[in-house]
Nanobody, 119 residues
Framework: QVQLVESGGGLVQPGGSLRLSCAAS??????????MGWYRQAPGKQRELVAE???????NYADSVNGRFTISRDITKNTVYLQMNSLKPEDTAVYYC???????????WGQGTQVTVSS
């Protein structure tokens, strides 16, 4: 089994910044070839992709966060990061880390971390 441990959520004022981290672990898995990403789910809404990064470093962002959020990964630590700047109240949601392998179709989710943007 894969374990994804998230950290970095919290309460921040509009215009502020937060950095989320997600560390992957699990015996027998090759994390460097997986795609890692962040999704979010606000109350009453469906879970949506925020950003993802492939094994070769290609990134993809939701239009709503492009230019404000930056995803990165440390292959040596099996960790993905999400730097969130210029946060808005509409960014408030539970943020979930995701990892998946395109060759096998396997994917795993983190437990989620709450991000609240409010004055």
């Amino acid at each position: 089994q894969v374990q994804l441990v998230e950290s970095g959520g919290g309460l921040v004022q509009p215009g502020g910044s937060l950095r989320l981290s997600c560390a992957a672990s699990g015996a027998g898995f090759i994390f460097r070839v997986a795609t890692m990403g962040w999704y979010r789910q606000a109350p009453g809404k469906q879970r949506e992709l925020v950003a993802e990064i492939t094994s070769d470093g290609t990134t993809n962002y939701a239009d709503s966060v492009n230019g404000r959020f930056t995803i990165s990964r440390d292959i040596t630590k099996n960790t993905v990061y999400l730097q969130m700047n210029s946060l808005k109240p509409e960014d408030t949601a539970v943020y979930y880390c995701n990892i998946h392998w395109s060759t096998s179709g396997s994917q795993y989710w983190g437990q989620g971390t709450q991000v609240t943007v409010s004055s």
